[in-house]
């Protein structure tokens, strides 16, 4: 019995020292900066103060073209920011770009890229190529999952928040819908993208090496984007632009370095595609470096490998066309104009004209008739030549149509009001299509039932003397 108990403590001693050198070794793997003046070798991580720091130091340091944005905060309460990089931070009238990294915590070769490549464009503005877009970083999207053991370490990091919810599988799907709860960090960064209208972005990740494009909910058999061939442009020009790369970088999984992101595995409820489908902009996902948390001394080298590649990326914000859509007569600008490509756009890949009436549209060089229409406008089709760089359509003056219906309140609660000035039928439709009202209405006043309708976005179609009419309704209780 004696041998038995000095065995027992003889391993119990052993594991114990054993897991004492792991972590041991484990800290020193991730070496920690305590303080801004430690990033600049960019071969440490930063601690959860000292990324505060440096977001804060990025404004400080450069104000006329650097604003510090609160997306959100987290579920403990941590802050979830993004620097806004523009020679213009009062106005909305260029092309938007929205680079992120860490929605999976354990996820971290991303935070020091953008990290770095923020203070490169701050301290390089004026011979950089971005000077012509409003570029947005957001180098950690759940500080939570990264932060798991404490705000000093990334050790333990994990892929969830601290809901153990996988963020990148909460976002509203076009196949399976909407969810039946957001995590607070979903909705605020869903918030986010809605307000600023994002053109373009990438979301960075790790555990394997590959560009990966729209959509992860089908497969390119099922499904492909309007714009594959594109996406595919823009996947060969950032693979080209890989520097001082081994051969096989990039290429683990796919010979071409890229792959239609269904083919590869199916994701339902992932950022990429909720931004794509519904928020209209075209993001991609980035899978960085086949180590989940690859050590901190590795990390200068991934920067020499991509850094590049992440600058082709933004330039594709520069070829398209753009232009500001305005009221002819009162010459205010108009907000949500549709910006339709003929026999091209499908599934959502239309674009719409922001807050200021400015659009872009990214596109592959060709001709295209364009379909440029509001609701209670006279649409427009103008042809568009569009070559390998940005082509300015000026401003774009709608003439409005006398109106057939007064729709109120909006947004709407429970009851829905009209006036009509002829007799028409509606549906409302959610922003998936399915049609979950429809009725018939007279001349002179009418209301429509919302109260067993969800607080949500929906599609209200209204049809009055042959003419269709199509306006999104808010429904807020």
Same mark, same amino acid.
């Given at each position: 019995?004696? !041998?038995?108990?000095?065995?027992?403590?003889?391993?119990?001693?052993?594991?114990?020292?054993?897991?004492?050198?792991?972590?041991?070794?484990?800290?020193?793997?991730?070496?920690?900066?305590?303080?801004?003046?430690?990033?600049? +070798?960019?071969?440490?991580?930063?601690?959860?103060?000292?990324?505060?720091?440096?977001?804060?130091?990025?404004?400080?340091?450069?104000?006329?073209?650097?604003?510090?944005?609160?997306?959100?905060?987290?579920?403990?309460?941590?802050?979830?920011?993004?620097?806004?990089?523009?020679?213009?931070?009062?106005?909305?009238?260029?092309?938007?770009?929205?680079?992120?990294?860490?929605? !999976? #915590?354990?996820?971290?070769?991303?935070?020091?890229?953008?990290?770095?490549?923020?203070?490169?464009?701050?301290?390089?503005?004026?011979?950089?190529?971005?000077?012509?877009?409003?570029?947005?970083?957001?180098?950690?999207?759940?500080?939570? #999952?990264?932060?798991? *053991?404490?705000?000093?370490?990334?050790?333990?990091?994990?892929?969830?928040?601290? /809901?153990?919810?996988?963020?990148?599988?909460?976002?509203?799907? $076009?196949?399976?819908?909407?969810?039946?709860?957001?995590?607070?960090?979903?909705?605020?960064?869903?918030?986010?993208?809605?307000?600023?209208?994002?053109?373009?972005?990438? /979301?960075?990740?790790?555990?394997?090496?590959?560009?990966?494009?729209?959509?992860?909910?089908?497969?390119?058999?099922?499904?492909?984007?309007?714009?594959?061939?594109?996406?595919?442009?823009?996947?060969?020009?950032?693979?080209?632009?890989?520097?001082?790369? $081994?051969?096989?970088?990039?290429?683990?999984?796919?010979?071409?370095?890229?792959?239609?992101?269904?083919?590869?595995?199916?994701?339902?409820? #992932?950022? %990429?595609?909720?931004?794509?489908?519904?928020?209209?902009?075209?993001?991609?996902?980035?899978?960085?470096?086949?180590?989940?948390?690859?050590? +901190?001394?590795?990390?200068?080298?991934?920067?020499?490998?991509? !850094?590049?590649?992440?600058?082709?990326?933004?330039?594709?914000?520069?070829?398209?066309?753009?232009?500001?859509?305005?009221?002819?007569?009162?010459?205010?600008?108009?907000?949500?104009? %549709?910006?339709?490509?003929?026999?091209?756009?499908?599934?959502?890949?239309?674009?719409?004209?922001?807050?200021?009436?400015?659009?872009?549209?990214?596109?592959?060089?060709?001709?295209?008739?364009?379909?440029?229409?509001? %609701?209670?406008?006279?649409?427009?089709?103008?042809?568009?030549?569009?070559? /390998?760089?940005?082509?300015?359509?000026?401003?774009?003056?709608?003439?409005?149509?006398?109106?057939?219906?007064?729709?109120?309140?909006?947004?709407?609660?429970?009851?829905?009001?009209?006036?009509?000035?002829?007799?028409?039928?509606?549906?409302?439709?959610?922003?998936?299509?399915?049609?979950?009202?429809?009725?018939?209405?007279?001349?002179? !006043?009418? *209301?429509?039932?919302?109260?067993?309708?969800?607080?949500?976005?929906?599609?209200?179609?209204?049809?009055?003397?042959?003419?269709?009419?199509?306006?999104?309704?808010?429904?807020?209780?």
């Amino acid at each position: 019995m004696k !041998h038995i108990i000095l065995s027992f403590t003889f391993l119990c001693a052993f594991f114990l020292t054993s897991y004492a050198q792991q972590e041991s070794l484990k800290a020193g793997y991730y070496d920690m900066a305590t303080d801004v003046s430690e990033l600049y +070798s960019w071969n440490k991580y930063p601690t959860y103060d000292t990324y505060l720091k440096f977001m804060d130091s990025c404004k400080n340091n450069f104000p006329s073209i650097c604003r510090l944005d609160t997306i959100g905060y987290s579920t403990q309460n941590r802050l979830l920011l993004a620097l806004r990089i523009s020679s213009n931070l009062n106005e909305n009238k260029k092309p938007k770009f929205f680079y992120s990294s860490t929605i !999976h #915590g354990n996820e971290t070769t991303g935070i020091i890229l953008l990290m770095r490549m923020a203070d490169s464009v701050l301290n390089n503005y004026a011979s950089c190529s971005v000077r012509d877009i409003d570029l947005y970083i957001c180098p950690i999207a759940n500080p939570d #999952g990264l932060y798991r *053991n404490n705000n000093n370490t990334i050790n333990n990091a994990t892929r969830y928040n601290a /809901n153990n919810v996988d963020l990148n599988r909460n976002f509203p799907d $076009p196949v399976m819908g909407e969810n039946n709860s957001y995590e607070v960090e979903t909705q605020a960064f869903m918030n986010y993208a809605l307000r600023e209208k994002f053109d373009m972005g990438a /979301n960075l990740h790790t555990g394997e090496e590959v560009f990966n494009y729209p959509y992860d909910c089908w497969t390119s058999a099922e499904k492909t984007h309007a714009d594959r061939n594109w996406f595919v442009s823009m996947a060969e020009d950032f693979m080209s632009e890989l520097d001082n790369a $081994p051969q096989n970088y990039f290429r683990t999984y796919s010979s071409s370095g890229y792959v239609d992101g269904g083919d590869w595995y199916k994701v339902y409820g #992932g950022r %990429q595609d909720w931004h794509t489908y519904f928020a209209h902009c075209r993001e991609v996902t980035l899978e960085v470096s086949s180590q989940y948390a690859p050590p +901190s001394s590795s990390l200068p080298t991934y920067w020499n490998y991509l !850094h590049n590649s992440l600058f082709v990326m933004t330039d594709y914000c520069q070829k398209g066309f753009e232009g500001v859509v305005k009221d002819a007569t009162t010459t205010e600008p108009l907000a949500d104009v %549709q910006i339709f490509i003929e026999n091209h756009d499908r599934d959502n890949s239309e674009v719409y004209t922001n807050d200021e009436g400015y659009f872009f549209r990214p596109i592959q060089s060709g001709e295209y008739s364009v379909i440029i229409s509001k %609701q209670d406008y006279e649409s427009q089709t103008m042809n568009v030549q569009c070559f /390998n760089n940005m082509l300015s359509l000026g401003e774009i003056y709608l003439q409005r149509t006398q109106s057939l219906y007064t729709i109120y309140p909006l947004p709407a609660s429970d009851v829905l009001n009209l006036d009509l000035k002829g007799k028409g039928e509606y549906l409302i439709a959610d922003m998936m299509g399915r049609v979950l009202k429809r009725g018939i209405m007279d001349v002179g !006043h009418s *209301n429509i039932d919302l109260s067993d309708l969800r607080n949500g976005t929906y599609i209200f179609t209204i049809k009055i003397n042959n003419r269709q009419y199509n306006k999104q309704l808010s429904v807020v209780k």
